[in-house]
Antibody, heavy 119, light 108 residues
């Protein structure tokens, strides 16, 4: 069965960086894109980025571009997102989510990683 | 980014009721409209994709319709486990999809 298991909650100071992991199992990783979605009080559910496992290419939303890096490790079947220059506006819950084609919906989600940015 | 507007923002209903949630896209999105249910502390779960297609395992009391810019989700015969927050999502502009602000369904 498909499972996405994320790393635990993080507390960071403004200006710091955070890394969140998402370990995938139960499917062929290169057959699906992996997306990152966050849920914040200010913007609700918001797409922030995606990675194409077969090529390693990634794309991020304009409002996090330059601060968000995504990659994955095939040997451990784990996806990573790194975000730097954190502000309080980045506080929220971060989800990895598998995108399924052709209708482009998220059929499996990680359990979410809460991130708190506070001084 | 295509703006998605849901209404109402919150809704009170009783067990056994039928409720409808609407979602409007700021521009046409063909049939690339999905509905998710989210319970507190959990990830969203897809209910409906491609406007009206029921995801495997989702009860048939959930149905949806629409096209272009206007879409609806209907839940018939509300059950206790249906009280949650519902989100629409347009995936027409994937990867940069966008979600509605959510509709919280509460027990009356």
């Amino acid at each position: 069965q498909v499972q996405l298991v994320q790393s635990g909650a993080e507390v960071k100071r403004p200006g710091a960086s955070v890394q969140i992991s998402c370990k995938a199992s139960g499917y062929t990783l290169t057959s699906f894109l992996m997306h990152w979605v966050r849920q914040t009080p200010g913007h609700g559910l918001e797409w922030i980025g995606m990675i194409i496992p077969s090529s390693g290419s990634s794309m991020s939303a304009p409002n996090v571009q330059g601060r968000l890096t995504m990659n994955w490790d095939p040997s451990t079947r784990t996806f990573y997102m790194d975000m730097n220059s954190l502000t309080s506006a980045d506080s929220g819950v971060y989800f990895c989510a598998r995108l399924t084609a052709p209708w482009h919906f998220y059929d499996f989600w990680g359990q979410g990683t809460p991130v708190t940015v506070s001084s | 980014e295509i703006q998605m507007t849901q209404s109402p923002s919150s809704l009170s209903a009783s067990i056994g009721d039928r409720v409808t949630i609407t979602c409007r896209a700021a521009q046409g999105i063909d049939n690339f409209l999905n509905w998710y249910q989210q319970k507190p502390g959990k990830a969203p779960k897809v209910l409906i994709y491609a406007t009206s297609r029921l995801q495997s395992g989702v009860p048939s009391r959930f149905s949806a319709s629409g096209s272009g810019t206007d879409f609806t989700l209907t839940i018939s015969n509300l059950q206790p486990e249906d009280f949650a927050t519902y989100y629409c999502q347009q995936s027409y502009t994937t990867p940069h999809s966008s979600f509605g602000q959510g509709t919280k369904l509460e027990i009356k």
